[in-house]
């Protein structure tokens, strides 16, 4: 310590004591530097945002990921080659074969229009990329833009250094990631740019009160409502920070000026999307920002009558009539409601206040993965140290609580109730959690890094001296603002550090008060132990990106015992052979998991697909699937099934298979027809979810049992084969299948198709064909040669 | 949206008749009256006529909104549109009169009178295209 304050007393003159000494640049390098600094980390970590997303690209190959995206890349195919019209126009004739889907209408256009935009300009400056490295590379791309508007962000919170650090943070978060590596072409790629956009203008237009603001953040509103079914956050976000502020005390004109402009546009603006329609004004998620617009009004009007009337009755009738017309507002909202002119919450909202919702009444949201609640280790294991810098970081908000701090508590509070509910949610918390450890780690090291030293206590005093002089500091610490104690700074150097113009620092502000940091050593263990967490974060993130989020889930890899890698191309082998082996019109059923990966590698039609918004020809798909062969192939028939497609696991130990969604798929067939399929009849007397051969008799009859382990004991040599999914022995005799013909196979067994057979011509009913064929005659079978039955098309 | 829309700009005309003056001397009239007079008195030119405007577009609104309660509401889209462009307008002029009004320049550092009228241009503009788009 001692050292400390003597090198601090040889660095300085005599105005200000320092630990050690800032270069000294004139004021005019000093933000040159400052800026060339900022520019070069901006791009720096953008460029770490996006090759840090490229782990799955480099291992295997630019192709789409998961299950949505390949909708969208449909669509945007669709968009390219088609044109725009077309494809706002899109019917999609080959989705939910009977019914068919306006995909034009029922989608959100925002992401395939911003990568349309991104093919057409590369193509019109002779720059021809194919549009699947387009959209295989958006999410990376919006990352780095991602980083740029949380740099913006938390600037306008705190200063540029915790907008540099919220930056690198949210650059390199997996909780961001896992959405957005390079072939996750999904509608969250944009939409958390878009999101931090929006916020950050809603700041901008809040602090300076200007309507060009508002417009602006209701534009980017409006691209955002264009972009993901998650603008719904953005439209309660707001209206709730303007409801906090007014009932804070804290209503301005600047309040009025932004949110007005910003809601009334905004709405307009939110409508022309024709999948969100009329939702702005009929639907309950959105009746909280027009309740806030016309509180807002009314609140404005009332401030300004308040301020020119002197009679003080008159200002208790001024209130209550904002309490009675408020409270009236809401009672003909909830009337309305009831009247069923405002449409309550949809289930999907819904389910996020009453936790058990979904599980009882729409078995679909619940068989989601990802809408159930996540764990703890998933907080650390997306957001390591920054799970643990976030709180300080929101009580850091507190302190200070100026108007835009308000707007990043309620976020962080809502973000963390809803992530805490839904994994999926945990993408709206990571912005926040990065832009509040940024604010706390960038204090720590503001504190610790500032040189100035706090005037020792002069021996000769006592130790009560000493405790006036901090009670007293503390208080004048509390009353100052940081921004008027930069101020005095800079006075007191101009003015009494004449000799050695030094510019004050924009990044350190303290004044030299009696309690601070002493010496260079504490300084320098703080420092180095923050660097340390930093860089650890460096390595967790990158660690957690490569290993968990950069597989694509269409290649499945595994690792030899020498540590070579093998591929397993399953998918791809089973989409080829029906892209390449069946009529183009050859329908083809599964559950709805794969619907969008088939019609997008496939390109056949299919009966239902990820977009479930029939739940009734879902749960019909799920019938023909737990119910027996002669009860399922009228069904089958009907929908004029081609093939049947079927993901088994059992081989090979993939664990999503059919046989691990089926219960699912009885719950949701229950749901439309619970007196044909029954859960119950799926399990044993004792209770147990069996596949070998203790299962029931209605599940070894049901039609995906017998798909699923056709043939499986011909692998074994006849005897029972062990299933290394379910980790029992499968079925002692293979099911014999009478209304199907196995059509195709893949290598490891993951994907099988079966080909429906057509109606016997001499109108005998299949399993007598069967039988026929294999010489088992029956008393009254016809003496005819047996037409070739199930030849192929 | 339409019925608290409209009392919503109702409200709001309301407070654009108030007037932004001094507070008025404790006479034995009624606070009404007070209002009144000291608005007449007080405002300056410009923003009455401002305040004229933001008169009209609340008439406007008001009598849309009867037509579609009274009648029928059947190109709903037509209604939202034109409801919103009034209630949009109504808005943006507002904001204008907050910003120009010569008592609250401490309020808006960033905002001059004629950066405030730029401000209402774009936004006016941006309006009438969405509404144009959303008439149908």
Known sequence: ?793 | MPPKGARASTSAAAKSRSSASTPASTSKQSPLSTLYNSYVDNTPKRLKVIDAFLVFLMLSGIIQFIYCALITNFPFNSFIAGFASTVGQFVLAASLRIQANPENGKTFPAVSPERAFGDFLFGSVILHFFVFNFLG
């Open chain 1, 1 to 793: 310590m001692s050292t400390g304050i003597s090198s601090g007393r040889g660095a300085s003159g005599p105005g200000t004591r320092t630990a050690y000494r800032l270069p000294t640049l004139s004021a005019e390098a000093n933000k040159n530097v400052l800026s060339l600094l900022r520019l070069i980390i901006i791009f720096l970590i953008a460029g770490a945002a996006v090759s840090s997303r490229l782990f799955a690209v480099v291992r295997h190959e630019s192709i789409i990921h998961e299950f949505d995206p390949w909708f969208n890349f449909r669509a945007t195919k669709v968009l390219t080659t088609d044109g725009f019209y077309r494809f706002w126009n899109w019917f999609d004739a080959t989705a939910w074969y009977p019914l068919g889907r306006a995909a034009g209408g029922t989608a959100y256009p925002g992401l395939m229009v911003t990568s349309g935009a991104i093919y057409n300009l590369f193509h019109s400056l002779n720059i021809p990329v194919d549009i699947r490295n387009i959209c295989v590379l958006l999410a990376p791309a919006f990352s780095g833009l991602t980083a740029w508007a949380t740099y913006m962000f938390t600037a306008a919170m705190k200063d540029d250094a915790a907008g540099l650090l919220a930056a690198a943070f949210i650059g390199i978060a997996p909780g961001y990631i896992s959405r957005s590596v390079a072939g996750s072409y999904d509608n969250e790629a944009i939409a958390i740019f878009l999101l931090m956009m929006t916020f950050y203008l809603w700041i901008k237009a809040l602090k300076d009160g200007s309507a060009l603001w508002g417009v602006a953040t209701a534009l980017f509103y409006f691209y955002m409502v264009a972009a993901w079914g998650g603008y719904v956050f953005i439209t309660n976000m707001i209206p709730l920070h303007a409801l906090v502020l007014i009932l804070m005390g804290r209503f301005s004109s600047r309040l009025y000026v932004s949110y007005s402009s910003f809601y009334a546009l905004g709405t307009l603006a939110s409508m022309q999307v024709p999948f969100v329609g009329f939702q702005p004004v009929r639907t309950s998620e959105h009746m909280a920002a027009l309740g806030v617009f016309g509180l807002l009004q009314l609140v404005a009007f009332v401030e300004l009558v308040r301020s020119h009337v002197p009679s003080k009755q008159f200002k208790l009738l001024l209130v209550a009539f904002v309490v009675a017309v408020a409270a009236l507002a809401f009672g003909a909202l909830v009337a309305l409601t009831y009247a069923g002119y405002v449409a309550p919450w949809t289930g999907r909202f819904y389910s996020l206040w009453d936790t058990a919702y979904a599980k009882k009444h729409i078995p679909i949201i619940a068989s989601v993965s990802e809408h159930q609640p996540p764990a703890w280790p998933a907080f650390f294991f997306d957001l390591e140290m920054l799970i643990f810098l976030f709180p300080v970081g929101v009580f850091l908000l507190f302190k200070e609580l100026r108007d835009e701090h308000v707007f990043v508590i309620i976020y962080a509070v809502m973000a963390s109730y809803f992530a805490g509910v839904m994994v999926r949610l945990m993408l709206t918390l990571t912005p926040v959690v990065c832009v509040s450890a940024a604010i706390a780690m960038s204090t720590l090291l503001q504190t610790y890094l500032d040189p100035k030293e706090p005037t020792p206590v002069v021996e000769g005093e006592g130790t009560d001296a000493v405790e006036d002089a901090r009670s007293s500091t503390r208080a004048s610490a509390t009353t100052t603002t940081a921004g008027s104690r930069r101020a005095a700074v800079a006075e007191s150097l101009s003015s009494t550090d004449s000799d050695l113009l030094r510019p004050a620092s924009p990044v350190f502000g303290g004044s030299s008060s009696k309690f601070g940091v002493f010496g260079l050593d504490s300084r320098f263990f703080v420092t180095i132990y923050s660097l340390l967490l930093l860089l650890v974060f460096v390595l967790h993130c990158t660690f957690v990106t490569s290993t968990a989020y950069s597989s694509p889930s269409v290649v499945l890899a595994s690792r030899n015992a020498d540590g070579s890698q093998h591929i397993i191309d399953d998918f791809r082998e089973a989409y080829y052979w029906l892209r390449q082996n069946t009529a183009s019109d050859a329908k083809v059923m599964s559950w709805w998991d794969y619907g969008y990966q088939i019609s997008g590698m496939a390109d056949r039609p299919t009966l239902v697909d990820n977009n479930t918004w029939n739940n009734t020809h879902i749960a019909t798909v799920g019938k023909a699937m737990c119910s027996n062969e002669e009860r399922s192939y009228p069904i089958l028939r009907k929908h004029d099934v081609d093939y049947v497609l079927i993901i088994f696991g059992g081989l090979l130990g993939f664990s999503g298979d059919d046989i691990n969604k089926y219960l699912w798929m009885i719950r949701i067939a229950q749901g439309v027809w619970p007196d044909e399929v029954r859960e119950i009849d799926y399990f044993t007397p004792q209770g147990q979810y069996k596949v070998d051969d203790g299962a029931t008799k209605t599940m070894r009859e049901s039609l995906l049992y017998k798909m699923s382990y056709y043939r499986f004991n011909d692998l074994f040599g006849g005897r029972p084969g062990m299933d290394r999914v379910r980790q029992t022995p499968g079925p002692t005799k293979s099911p014999e299948l009478d209304h199907l013909d196995e059509a195709f196979t893949s290598e490891n067994w993951i994907v099988r198709i079966y080909e429906v057979k057509k109606p016997d011509a001499l109108g005998r009913d299949l399993p007598g064909v069967k039988a026929f064929e294999g010489g088992k005659r029956r008393k009254r079978a016809f003496a005819l040669p047996a037409p070739a039955a199930g030849g192929k098309k």
